[in-house]
Protein backbone atom coordinates (compact mmCIF):
# COMPACT_ATOMS: atom_id res chain seq x y z
CA UNK A 1 0.00 0.00 0.00
CA UNK A 2 1.03 3.77 -0.10
CA UNK A 3 2.48 5.55 2.79
CA UNK A 4 -0.62 7.48 3.41
CA UNK A 5 -2.84 4.31 3.97
CA UNK A 6 -0.01 2.75 6.07
CA UNK A 7 -0.18 5.99 8.69
CA UNK A 8 -3.87 5.85 8.94
CA UNK A 9 -3.51 1.64 9.70
CA UNK A 10 -1.13 2.74 11.71
CA UNK A 11 -3.36 5.10 13.96
CA UNK A 12 -6.45 2.94 13.64
CA UNK A 13 -4.19 -0.19 15.46
CA UNK A 14 -3.34 2.28 17.50
CA UNK A 15 -7.01 2.88 18.46
CA UNK A 16 -7.83 -0.59 17.99
CA UNK A 17 -5.34 -1.34 20.48
CA UNK A 18 -7.94 0.06 23.43
CA UNK A 19 -10.19 -3.20 23.28
CA UNK A 20 -7.03 -4.89 24.97
CA UNK A 21 -8.08 -4.19 29.01
CA UNK A 22 -4.45 -3.41 29.36
CA UNK A 23 -3.81 -0.96 27.37
CA UNK A 24 -7.14 0.46 27.84
CA UNK A 25 -6.30 0.91 31.74
CA UNK A 26 -2.97 1.95 31.74
CA UNK A 27 -2.43 5.43 29.83
CA UNK A 28 1.16 5.05 29.45
CA UNK A 29 1.02 1.92 27.53
CA UNK A 30 -1.68 3.38 25.50
CA UNK A 31 0.30 5.98 24.33
CA UNK A 32 3.23 4.00 23.62
CA UNK A 33 1.32 1.92 21.59
CA UNK A 34 0.15 4.34 19.30
CA UNK A 35 3.54 5.21 18.95
CA UNK A 36 4.47 1.96 18.22
CA UNK A 37 1.73 0.85 15.85
CA UNK A 38 2.73 4.06 13.63
CA UNK A 39 6.16 3.40 13.48
CA UNK A 40 5.62 -0.77 12.91
CA UNK A 41 3.22 0.49 9.69
CA UNK A 42 5.84 2.20 7.73
CA UNK A 43 8.92 0.23 9.03
CA UNK A 44 8.98 -2.27 6.02
CA UNK A 45 9.17 0.08 3.51
CA UNK A 46 12.64 1.42 4.86
CA UNK A 47 13.99 0.23 2.07
CA UNK A 48 12.41 3.02 -0.43
CA UNK A 49 15.79 4.83 0.88
CA UNK A 50 17.63 2.22 -1.88
CA UNK A 51 16.43 4.70 -4.29
CA UNK A 52 19.05 6.91 -3.46
CA UNK A 53 21.47 4.64 -4.75
CA UNK A 54 19.83 3.50 -7.84
CA UNK A 55 16.48 1.99 -8.90
CA UNK A 56 18.15 -1.27 -9.87
CA UNK A 57 19.17 -1.80 -5.95
CA UNK A 58 15.59 -0.66 -5.41
CA UNK A 59 13.38 -2.71 -7.95
CA UNK A 60 15.99 -6.09 -6.30
CA UNK A 61 15.49 -5.14 -3.33
CA UNK A 62 12.29 -3.52 -2.12
CA UNK A 63 9.60 -5.29 -0.05
CA UNK A 64 12.23 -8.04 -0.20
CA UNK A 65 13.78 -8.43 3.33
CA UNK A 66 12.14 -5.87 5.19
CA UNK A 67 8.81 -8.10 4.48
CA UNK A 68 10.36 -11.05 5.37
CA UNK A 69 8.80 -13.97 7.97
CA UNK A 70 12.44 -13.06 9.95
CA UNK A 71 11.08 -9.43 9.78
CA UNK A 72 7.92 -9.33 11.33
CA UNK A 73 9.92 -10.33 14.69
CA UNK A 74 12.98 -7.94 14.54
CA UNK A 75 10.96 -5.01 13.41
CA UNK A 76 8.77 -5.31 16.55
CA UNK A 77 11.99 -5.65 18.53
CA UNK A 78 13.63 -3.23 17.54
CA UNK A 79 11.04 -0.71 17.63
CA UNK A 80 9.99 -2.05 21.72
CA UNK A 81 13.01 -1.77 22.72
CA UNK A 82 14.06 1.42 21.37
CA UNK A 83 10.68 2.99 23.14
CA UNK A 84 10.74 1.02 26.08
CA UNK A 85 14.11 3.34 26.60
CA UNK A 86 12.18 6.06 26.96
CA UNK A 87 8.81 4.63 28.45
CA UNK A 88 10.00 2.18 30.58
CA UNK A 89 6.36 2.03 32.68
CA UNK A 90 5.13 0.87 29.63
CA UNK A 91 3.53 -2.89 29.57
CA UNK A 92 6.38 -4.20 27.37
CA UNK A 93 4.86 -7.40 26.38
CA UNK A 94 1.54 -5.76 25.07
CA UNK A 95 3.71 -2.98 23.47
CA UNK A 96 5.53 -5.37 21.14
CA UNK A 97 2.38 -7.38 20.51
CA UNK A 98 0.23 -4.57 18.87
CA UNK A 99 4.03 -3.92 17.17
CA UNK A 100 3.97 -7.23 16.05
CA UNK A 101 0.25 -6.80 14.88
CA UNK A 102 1.09 -3.18 12.72
CA UNK A 103 4.11 -5.16 11.02
CA UNK A 104 2.17 -7.91 10.10
CA UNK A 105 -0.96 -5.94 8.89
CA UNK A 106 1.66 -4.13 6.53
CA UNK A 107 3.48 -6.76 5.33
CA UNK A 108 -0.39 -8.41 4.75
CA UNK A 109 -1.82 -5.76 3.16
CA UNK A 110 1.06 -5.34 0.32
CA UNK A 111 0.60 -9.28 -0.87
CA UNK A 112 -2.76 -8.07 -2.27
CA UNK A 113 -0.86 -5.03 -4.33
CA UNK A 114 0.00 -5.88 -8.15
CA UNK A 115 3.46 -5.87 -6.74
CA UNK A 116 3.47 -7.99 -3.76
CA UNK A 117 6.06 -8.94 -1.52
CA UNK A 118 8.78 -11.68 -0.74
CA UNK A 119 6.93 -12.50 2.28
CA UNK A 120 8.38 -16.40 2.56
CA UNK A 121 11.73 -15.40 3.26
CA UNK A 122 14.05 -17.19 3.39
CA UNK A 123 11.86 -19.82 2.47
CA UNK A 124 11.91 -18.64 -1.03
CA UNK A 125 12.17 -15.35 -3.42
CA UNK A 126 9.18 -15.79 -4.75
CA UNK A 127 6.92 -12.64 -5.25
CA UNK A 128 3.42 -12.83 -4.08
CA UNK A 129 1.34 -10.98 -5.37
CA UNK A 130 -2.45 -11.17 -5.36
CA UNK A 131 -3.72 -8.13 -7.96
CA UNK A 132 -6.74 -7.54 -6.05
CA UNK A 133 -6.25 -4.10 -4.49
CA UNK A 134 -4.23 -1.27 -5.79
CA UNK A 135 -1.49 0.22 -4.17
CA UNK A 136 -3.46 3.31 -3.23
CA UNK A 137 -7.55 2.16 -2.85
CA UNK A 138 -9.59 5.51 -2.30
CA UNK A 139 -12.13 2.94 -0.41
CA UNK A 140 -9.79 1.49 1.99
CA UNK A 141 -7.81 5.04 3.16
CA UNK A 142 -10.94 6.94 3.16
CA UNK A 143 -12.84 4.17 5.46
CA UNK A 144 -9.61 4.88 8.04
CA UNK A 145 -10.06 8.41 7.51
CA UNK A 146 -13.82 8.45 8.75
CA UNK A 147 -12.76 6.27 11.58
CA UNK A 148 -10.17 8.47 12.55
CA UNK A 149 -13.12 11.61 12.35
CA UNK A 150 -15.41 9.36 14.60
CA UNK A 151 -12.89 8.63 16.75
CA UNK A 152 -11.89 12.49 17.18
CA UNK A 153 -15.80 13.23 18.01
CA UNK A 154 -15.65 10.99 21.44
CA UNK A 155 -16.93 7.53 20.04
CA UNK A 156 -14.85 5.26 21.24
CA UNK A 157 -11.82 3.93 18.86
CA UNK A 158 -11.70 0.32 20.06
CA UNK A 159 -15.05 -0.37 18.60
CA UNK A 160 -15.10 1.97 15.77
CA UNK A 161 -11.73 0.54 14.08
CA UNK A 162 -13.30 -2.66 15.18
CA UNK A 163 -16.84 -1.88 12.81
CA UNK A 164 -13.93 -0.55 10.26
CA UNK A 165 -12.06 -3.19 9.85
CA UNK A 166 -15.09 -6.14 9.85
CA UNK A 167 -16.57 -3.75 6.54
CA UNK A 168 -13.10 -3.64 4.96
CA UNK A 169 -12.70 -7.62 5.21
CA UNK A 170 -16.05 -7.75 3.30
CA UNK A 171 -14.40 -5.28 0.87
CA UNK A 172 -11.67 -7.81 0.40
CA UNK A 173 -13.91 -10.80 -0.16
CA UNK A 174 -15.84 -8.38 -2.77
CA UNK A 175 -12.67 -7.25 -4.67
CA UNK A 176 -11.72 -11.17 -4.74
CA UNK A 177 -15.05 -12.32 -5.78
CA UNK A 178 -14.58 -9.78 -8.34
CA UNK A 179 -11.40 -10.75 -9.90
CA UNK A 180 -12.54 -14.41 -9.82
CA UNK A 181 -15.43 -13.30 -12.45
CA UNK A 182 -12.66 -11.49 -14.75
CA UNK A 183 -10.45 -14.56 -14.40
CA UNK A 184 -13.50 -16.57 -15.78
CA UNK A 185 -14.68 -13.83 -18.42
CA UNK A 186 -10.85 -13.71 -19.63
CA UNK A 187 -10.93 -17.58 -20.18
CA UNK A 188 -14.54 -17.68 -21.80
CA UNK A 189 -12.50 -15.05 -24.43
CA UNK A 190 -9.75 -16.48 -24.63
CA UNK A 191 -9.95 -20.26 -24.09
CA UNK A 192 -6.00 -20.55 -24.82
CA UNK A 193 -5.15 -18.86 -21.99
CA UNK A 194 -2.13 -19.69 -19.63
CA UNK A 195 -1.39 -16.76 -17.39
CA UNK A 196 -3.25 -14.04 -16.24
CA UNK A 197 -1.77 -11.02 -14.54
CA UNK A 198 -4.14 -8.60 -13.16
CA UNK A 199 -3.35 -5.33 -12.02
CA UNK A 200 -6.38 -3.60 -9.90
CA UNK A 201 -6.76 0.39 -10.42
CA UNK A 202 -7.95 3.23 -8.19
CA UNK A 203 -11.09 2.57 -9.67
CA UNK A 204 -13.18 0.00 -8.00
CA UNK A 205 -14.37 -1.09 -11.67
CA UNK A 206 -11.38 -1.33 -13.86
CA UNK A 207 -8.52 -3.69 -13.66
CA UNK A 208 -5.42 -4.18 -16.13
CA UNK A 209 -4.62 -7.50 -17.46
CA UNK A 210 -1.35 -9.25 -19.00
CA UNK A 211 -2.58 -12.53 -20.58
CA UNK A 212 -0.31 -14.97 -22.04
CA UNK A 213 -1.15 -17.69 -24.33
CA UNK A 214 1.28 -20.01 -25.74
CA UNK A 215 1.83 -18.04 -28.78
CA UNK A 216 0.78 -14.76 -27.51
CA UNK A 217 1.07 -11.72 -25.42
CA UNK A 218 -2.37 -9.94 -24.48
CA UNK A 219 -2.91 -6.81 -22.84
CA UNK A 220 -6.57 -5.84 -21.94
CA UNK A 221 -8.17 -4.39 -19.68
CA UNK A 222 -11.59 -4.91 -17.63
CA UNK A 223 -14.39 -2.46 -17.15
CA UNK A 224 -17.66 -3.39 -15.63
CA UNK A 225 -16.82 -7.14 -16.39
CA UNK A 226 -16.15 -6.46 -19.82
CA UNK A 227 -12.96 -7.30 -21.57
CA UNK A 228 -11.53 -4.77 -23.70
CA UNK A 229 -7.94 -6.22 -25.51
CA UNK A 230 -5.84 -3.60 -26.18
CA UNK A 231 -2.71 -4.60 -28.04
CA UNK A 232 -1.44 -7.94 -29.12
CA UNK A 233 2.03 -9.27 -29.41
CA UNK A 234 3.66 -12.40 -30.88
CA UNK A 235 5.42 -14.76 -27.75
CA UNK A 236 9.20 -14.77 -29.11
CA UNK A 237 11.64 -16.50 -26.66
CA UNK A 238 14.33 -14.24 -26.27
CA UNK A 239 16.98 -14.92 -28.65
CA UNK A 240 20.44 -16.57 -27.29
CA UNK A 241 22.64 -13.62 -29.08
CA UNK A 242 26.14 -11.92 -28.34
CA UNK A 243 24.03 -8.61 -28.25
CA UNK A 244 21.72 -10.28 -25.84
CA UNK A 245 24.11 -12.34 -23.78
CA UNK A 246 26.14 -8.80 -23.45
CA UNK A 247 22.99 -6.92 -22.12
CA UNK A 248 22.51 -9.32 -19.84
CA UNK A 249 25.29 -8.42 -17.82
CA UNK A 250 23.92 -4.99 -16.86
CA UNK A 251 22.74 -4.55 -13.46
CA UNK A 252 19.38 -2.73 -14.28
CA UNK A 253 18.47 -5.40 -16.57
CA UNK A 254 19.31 -8.32 -14.30
CA UNK A 255 16.95 -6.13 -11.84
CA UNK A 256 14.23 -5.94 -14.23
CA UNK A 257 14.41 -9.78 -15.16
CA UNK A 258 14.21 -10.65 -11.48
CA UNK A 259 10.69 -8.25 -10.97
CA UNK A 260 9.01 -8.54 -13.97
CA UNK A 261 6.84 -11.76 -14.61
CA UNK A 262 5.62 -10.89 -18.96
CA UNK A 263 7.39 -9.15 -20.59
CA UNK A 264 8.69 -8.18 -24.50
CA UNK A 265 11.97 -7.39 -26.09
CA UNK A 266 13.57 -5.47 -28.86
CA UNK A 267 16.74 -4.95 -30.03
CA UNK A 268 17.30 -2.02 -32.47
CA UNK A 269 20.87 -1.53 -34.45
CA UNK A 270 21.92 2.36 -34.88
CA UNK A 271 24.86 3.99 -36.48
CA UNK A 272 26.94 3.79 -33.49
CA UNK A 273 25.18 1.49 -31.04
CA UNK A 274 22.70 -0.99 -29.86
CA UNK A 275 19.92 -0.53 -27.77
CA UNK A 276 18.31 -3.78 -25.70
CA UNK A 277 14.48 -3.00 -24.17
CA UNK A 278 12.50 -5.20 -21.82
CA UNK A 279 8.70 -3.42 -21.60
CA UNK A 280 7.04 -4.94 -18.66
CA UNK A 281 3.26 -5.38 -19.95
CA UNK A 282 1.30 -5.20 -16.99
CA UNK A 283 1.43 -1.27 -16.76
CA UNK A 284 0.12 -0.34 -19.45
CA UNK A 285 -0.83 4.09 -19.34
CA UNK A 286 -2.49 5.90 -21.88
CA UNK A 287 -1.13 3.81 -24.71
CA UNK A 288 2.67 3.53 -23.15
CA UNK A 289 4.35 0.94 -21.24
CA UNK A 290 6.45 3.05 -18.38
CA UNK A 291 8.21 0.47 -16.96
CA UNK A 292 10.86 -0.69 -18.87
CA UNK A 293 15.01 -1.71 -18.82
CA UNK A 294 16.89 -0.84 -21.88
CA UNK A 295 20.79 -1.19 -22.42
CA UNK A 296 23.05 0.52 -24.81
CA UNK A 297 25.80 -0.98 -26.24
CA UNK A 298 28.76 0.25 -28.64
CA UNK A 299 30.05 -1.59 -31.75
CA UNK A 300 31.77 -4.15 -29.59
CA UNK A 301 28.75 -4.82 -26.96
CA UNK A 302 30.37 -2.62 -23.92
CA UNK A 303 27.48 -1.13 -22.26
CA UNK A 304 27.70 2.57 -22.45
CA UNK A 305 24.43 3.33 -20.91
CA UNK A 306 20.91 1.54 -18.97
CA UNK A 307 18.22 2.79 -17.44
CA UNK A 308 15.44 0.52 -15.62
CA UNK A 309 12.07 2.29 -13.61
CA UNK A 310 9.08 4.32 -14.46
CA UNK A 311 9.53 6.36 -17.42
CA UNK A 312 6.64 8.76 -19.74
CA UNK A 313 8.17 9.65 -22.83
CA UNK A 314 11.01 8.52 -25.00
CA UNK A 315 12.81 11.99 -24.71
CA UNK A 316 13.13 11.40 -20.62
CA UNK A 317 14.16 8.31 -21.32
CA UNK A 318 17.01 9.06 -23.67
CA UNK A 319 17.96 12.12 -20.78
CA UNK A 320 18.19 9.09 -18.11
CA UNK A 321 20.40 7.33 -21.04
CA UNK A 322 22.42 10.55 -21.35
CA UNK A 323 22.43 9.60 -25.33
CA UNK A 324 20.16 12.33 -27.44
CA UNK A 325 17.43 10.45 -29.41
CA UNK A 326 18.31 10.34 -33.83
CA UNK A 327 16.42 12.36 -35.93
Known sequence: MDTGTHVVMGIALGGLATL???????????????????????????????KLKNNAKYIRNHRGIT???PALFIWPLLITGAITLFSPEANVFHLFLWTFIAVVLHVFVDIFNAYGTQALRPFTKKWIALGIINTFDPFIFFAHIVGIAIWRYGVDPGYTFLGVYIVLIGYYVLRYYTKRQIIHKVKERIPDTTQIIISPTYRFNQWHLAITTKTKFYVARAVDLEINILDEYEKVPVPDTPII???????????????????????DEYNDHYEVRFIDLRYRSKGYYPFVAVVQLDQSLNIVSSYTGWIFSEEKLMKKLEIAPEN
Do not use: C
Request: no cysteine; charged share 20%.
Open 245 to 267: KAAMKDENLSAFLSFSPVYRWEI
Open 67 to 69: HSI
Open 20 to 50: DPVVGNHEITAQTIMIGTLIGSQAPDLDTIL
